[in-house]
């Protein structure tokens, strides 16, 4: 199993839509979790941080549960300006943590 | 000034040429990456350093070295390129507290022909 899976993708919306995307996880002593945006050829970027009681930033909603070791990540009222590359992202536990990158997934918001 | 600053951001090389992509930050971290991503794998972990001291392999270090030179730079070396080492490159860096995440350079977009 790999450490991080993500839907495969990709989604194609209309402006508007709602989309979420699931994201699993195989290590159970992971302890943080992230979801990152990635424009086409730009860098990763933190957009939300993901909290075991559910959190929300404006349009998005991100939440987890860890006894099904499951991340999801809602958008509501899509943008064109939202088309981008998600990836889920979770850290090991220790000191000397490091992240786990899903391959990520496509969203292209038609208008 | 970027948080996170990479060196070339694009290089066309030949085969069989040494190349060193370079890394500088800002943010005072201790922990630094280098990551390559290619089309339809996502981000691989090259080598890591938690700090001046220390470096790691990653999942794909093979025919990859790296140098921390200061707590502020780590620089990437493909000691004789190959093409199949044509990908995007990440450098990152983080704190000791993994709530934040990592912040990324722009990226260095290598071409090895």
């Known amino acids: 199993r790999k450490e991080v899976e993500q839907d495969p993708g990709p989604f194609n919306v209309p402006e508007g839509a709602t989309v979420a995307f699931n994201c699993t996880y195989s290590?159970?002593?992971?302890?943080?979790f992230f979801w990152y945006r990635q424009d086409c050829r730009k860098e990763p970027k933190l957009l939300m941080s993901v909290y075991s009681s559910g959190n929300e930033d404006g349009r998005f909603t991100a939440q987890l549960n860890r006894a099904s070791q499951y991340i999801s990540l809602l958008i509501r009222d899509s943008k064109l300006s939202d088309s981008a590359t998600y990836l889920c992202v979770v850290t090991s536990g220790g000191s000397n943590y490091k992240l786990t990158f899903g391959k990520g997934t496509l969203l292209t918001v038609n208008p | 000034d970027a948080d996170v600053t990479q060196t070339p951001r694009n290089r066309i090389t030949k085969t069989g040429k040494r190349i060193m992509l370079e890394c500088s930050q800002t943010k005072g971290h201790d922990r630094m990456y280098w990551y390559r991503q290619d089309p339809g794998l996502g981000l691989q972990l090259i080598y890591y350093s938690f700090d001046v001291k220390d470096i790691n392999k990653g999942e794909i270090s093979d025919g990859y070295s790296v140098s921390r030179q200061a707590q502020a730079k780590f620089s990437l070396s493909l000691e004789s390129a190959i093409p199949n080492q044509t990908a995007l490159y990440f450098c990152?860096?983080?704190?000791?507290?993994?709530?934040?995440?990592?912040?990324f350079g722009s990226g260095t977009r290598l071409t090895v022909v």
């Open positions: 290590n159970s002593a992971s302890q943080s």
């Open positions: 990152a860096t983080s704190g000791s507290d993994r709530s934040y995440g990592y912040t």
